[in-house]
């Protein structure tokens, strides 16, 4: 199970006061082939032999930490952030917490937990976080993640690409709901349970019993509980506590162009993809639309604090728009035709997290966004699920369209798209003509404050690391914390997600990488450089692979301190019990004051990934650890400086990579 999060890619994924961020290849979603067999075109993707759903019965339940385990974690994460005085102010209120309140309402969470077997102790209270929320979804939880371009250069055309994209999705949403959608198992041995032939065992498998049948043979089934609410799914705003709405009867895809909004079916009375051709038709007359873009364009209110979009919502439903906001709701997705053309990395990064509002409806579950130039990203909202879902469909769709493309250049179809397409009509008055207009004013004022810069280091990368035998992510993530020290003179709250998708209902737990061996060996390489010998600092860079290999392997296994203490503290709060001491101690709230949230992302189909800080003071570190080289996308606010940022994180990784030569500091 260690190795669970040994396949590099996260996804940015993030809430008001805890980062939380997908990594899907701790998770399994690797590059693998998922297909069982193949079908050439048509309503599927592939055929699982195994039923999609088949091990979802059988995944064993997330475990409950030990409140003294939980404890332990918490002051070793605490300890390089503190220093002694402050250490044991909260060493003491810890320890109080551990044999007194914390272990009562531990009692109370494991009595609780097992009388809902059904799913897992945080899954009701990461929901509840969510949705309860009133930030707006847009840079404060919507991340994105960019495609990489078709290889085929004819088919990056933006109205080809579209078509062979939706009609990809379709084909996946329908492979899934057939129960034909290939499991998400992470295999530790796929030369046994990555066959034809266990495959054909395991089917026969009660489901009751599945999963065990996969663990004999090293195989870890993943939870699949969130895919549900990809398709036909929205936020719905609502004052106080949003709500999510699903509606698998919806034939029709949402399109926006200047911020106008369509829509046509995309799959006929039977349920079935309609002619590729047609979608491309109706794409084609979209994109020639004339219409000026409306003055009061109505997905900016989506960029808005989410009580106050509630509110304007119920105005927009009085006057008469609930069936128009319904078809948004319903719609399979949202797909963005943007008439701009992305001029670089750090365009494309700016576009598909934000935008400029008119052009997004930032609350359906996900957004395909095409430029002009083809360039595309999915955006998704985060309140539903923790992103899994999201990169298996990407890896789907682009090796779909890829491979078996619906539309080729200079396809044609002859269709009476005008009678097909809708624009979507709403009404307006005067309170919502303003409140379209200070959203978008607040909007402006939220990203013009966003600064994004991007580094590639090209003297090493996964291969020499591995040579060396240290954790490529370890490196990165201690890279993180020499270049804070070395700009910053600081050791600062981290966070890092690892997945707990092995479990029924499982979430995300905290890997918490700023440690005492990185504080420790940041130091050495920063502030000491000429101090300690090759030797010594090789054994320092050793020490930091091994114990955030230790945090990795625990937080996969559920065995981390966050969602523990923050399940344990909505539990008082349901109760009406005032709150321990240890939840109002200043290192508590640092600790979750995340200045550094990373999130690396490595797949196939995706070039670029991104999100924004999650506190006004932090860093969003959007990373990749390849073969011979590493990147990195950050982002930031006007209280950090990310250019400076991203030159110290090149330093120090020319520093790393020095001393693992051989060579010594200068």
């Known amino acids: 199970m260690a190795s669970l999060r040994s396949i590099q890619s996260v996804i940015p994924l993030r809430k008001c006061s805890n980062l939380v961020r997908l990594r899907p290849a701790a998770l399994g979603i690797d590059i693998r082939n998922y297909s069982s067999r193949k079908v050439s075109s048509g309503e599927y993707l592939h055929r699982s032999v195994v039923p999609t759903m088949h091990y979802q019965k059988s995944l064993p339940r997330l475990p409950i930490p030990n409140i003294e385990d939980t404890t332990k974690r918490y002051l070793a994460a605490q300890r390089p952030l503190l220093d002694d005085d402050q250490f044991r102010s909260t060493e003491k209120l810890v320890l109080d917490f551990q044999n007194g309140v914390g272990k009562q309402l531990n009692e109370e969470l494991v009595a609780q937990d097992k009388n809902n077997k059904h799913t897992s102790y945080i899954s009701g209270p990461w929901f509840e976080m969510y949705l309860s929320a009133r930030d707006p979804v847009v840079l404060n939880f919507n991340p994105f993640m960019s495609f990489n371009s078709d290889p085929k250069t004819e088919y990056n055309d933006q109205l080809l690409r579209a078509t062979n994209m939706v009609c990809s999705a379709v084909r996946f949403m329908k492979t899934l709901r057939a129960e034909l ?97 047609e979608i491309q038709s109706h794409l084609k007359y979209i994109l020639s639309d004339p219409t000026p873009a409306p003055t009061f364009p109505l997905g900016v209110l989506t960029s808005e604090n989410r009580d106050v979009w509630a509110g304007l919502r119920d105005k927009l439903i009085a006057l008469g728009n609930a069936e128009a906001l319904e078809t948004v709701d319903s719609a399979v997705f949202c797909l963005s035709l943007d008439d701009e053309s992305m001029r670089d990395h750090i365009h494309i990064s700016h576009n598909m997290l934000h935008g400029d509002a008119y052009n997004r409806w930032f609350d359906k579950s996900f957004s395909l966004i095409l430029t002009k130039d083809g360039q595309a990203a999915i955006n ?61 004013e607040n909007f402006d004022s939220a990203v013009s404050k966003l ?216």
Not at 235 to 258: A, N, Q, S, W, Y
Not at 386 to 415: C, M, W, Y
């Open 181 to 277: 959608l290939e499991p998400e198992v992470f295999h530790l041995n796929p030369a046994k349970s990555d066959t034809d032939r266990f495959k054909k065992f395991i089917r026969w498998v009660p489901s009751s019993l599945s999963w065990y049948g996969a663990y004999l043979v090293n195989a870890y089934p993943l939870d699949m509980s969130q895919y549900f609410r990809l398709f036909n799914s929205t936020r719905i705003p609502k004052r106080g506590r949003d709500e999510l709405f699903t509606d698998t009867k919806g034939k029709h895809l949402l399109v926006m162009r200047k911020g106008h909004m369509y829509v046509f079916d995309i799959l006929d009375k039977d349920g079935n993809l309609v002619k590729p051709s």
């Open 451 to 666: 600064t994004i810069d991007a580094m590639e280091f090209k003297k090493g990368g996964k291969e020499q690391l591995k040579k060396s035998k240290l954790s490529p992510d370890a490196i990165a993530q201690l890279a993180f914390q020499m270049g804070f020290l070395r700009q910053y003179g600081q050791t600062v709250a981290t966070y890092e997600s690892c997945s707990t998708a092995a479990f029924r209902h499982g979430r995300t737990e905290t890997i918490r990488p700023a440690t005492i061996h990185t504080k420790k060996c940041s130091h050495a390489f920063v502030c000491q450089p000429g101090q300690h010998s090759v030797e010594q600092l090789k054994a320092m860079l050793n020490d930091c692979s091994k114990y955030h290999g230790q945090l990795t392997k625990e937080a996969a296994m559920g065995q981390g301190f966050d969602r523990h203490l923050f399940a344990l503290r909505y539990l008082s709060n349901s109760k009406g019990h005032a709150l321990h001491g240890l939840y109002a101690d200043p290192a508590y709230a640092a600790i979750n004051h995340n200045i550094l949230s990373t999130s690396t992302l490595s797949s196939p189909s995706v070039n670029l990934g991104g999100f924004a800080p999650v506190v006004p003071d932090g860093f969003g570190i959007g990373y990749g650890v390849h073969d011979d080289w590493i990147g990195c996308n950050v982002s930031s606010y006007p209280t950090r400086n990310v250019h400076e940022f991203l030159q110290c994180v090149h330093k120090s990784l020319e520093d790393i990579f020095t001393v693992l030569e051989g060579k010594s500091l200068s």
């Open 380 to 440: 998704f909202e985060h309140s539903w699920g923790d992103g899994v879902a999201v990169l298996r469909l990407q890896n789907e769709i682009f090796k779909d369209t890829i491979e078996q493309p619906l539309v080729h250049p200079g396809s044609v179809a002859v269709v009476d798209s005008a009678s097909a397409v809708l624009r979507l009509q709403f009404n307006l008055d005067s309170e919502l003509e303003n409140g379209i207009k200070k959203a978008k």
